[in-house]
Structures are given as C-alpha cells and as structure tokens.
C-alpha cells in the first residue's frame, strides 16, 4: 500500500534549521510530483514547496524563497525539506505529499509531522 512517512520535525530557535525528510513507497516514486505543505493552527493548508516528476523544476511560495530548498531522491524514493533561516510564522504542522497518474488523480499525503520555531 501507499506509505508517505515524514520524519524529521521538532522545536528550532528563531534563525536555526531543520531538515525534513519523506519516505515514500507504494507508487513509483520518480513519476509523481512531491510536494511539501504545512497548516498552521487557524489557518488552511498551503503549499510550501513542489518538485516535479523526475525532479526536473522547484516551486516555493514567496515567504520561504531563499530559506528552504527541496530536494528529491529518486533512487532513495525519499524528499527533503531543507529549512534554514526559521522564523516563528513557520511553526505548522509539515505534510508530504505526492501526486501522479493520469490528470494527477492519485493524491496521497502523509501523516504530518510539527515544527515548532520559538525561542
């Protein structure tokens, strides 16, 4: 079955790091797009960063350009979230999510995991 498992999460002071990683398996990894999003308490879920099938193009929303990169590993069937330069409005629950097949109609998502940035 379709296994997404985020790992990785956890409490940073302002201006420090942390790295997310997702395990995937279940589908063939390197033909879907990876995303990662997070939902912060009150607010809807938002994309943060995307990586194309076979890893050929990036996309990140405005506030987290320039401090977090996302990186595939298509040998590995694993995503990370780099995350540098953390700020509190970054604290949310983080997802992994994945979608492919025709018209991206499989969409799976993994059970979250937090990151909290405070001092």
């Known amino acids: 079955q379709v296994q997404l498992v985020e790992s990785g999460g956890g409490l940073a002071q302002p201006g420090g790091s942390l790295r997310l990683s997702c395990a995937a398996s279940g589908f063939t990894f390197s033909s879907y797009a990876m995303s990662w999003y997070r939902q912060a308490p009150g607010k809807e879920r938002e994309l943060v960063a995307g990586?194309?099938?076979?890893?050929?193009?990036?996309n990140y929303v405005d506030s987290v350009k320039g401090r977090f990169t996302i990186s595939r590993d298509n040998a590995k069937n694993t995503v990370d979230l780099q995350m540098n330069s953390l700020k509190p409005e970054d604290t949310a629950v983080y997802y992994c999510?994945?979608?492919?097949?025709?018209?991206?109609?499989?969409?799976?998502w993994g059970q979250g995991t937090q990151v909290t940035v405070s001092s």
């Open positions: 990586s194309s099938s076979f890893g050929g193009s990036t």
């Open positions: 999510h994945a979608a492919g097949g025709i018209g991206y109609r499989n969409n799976y």
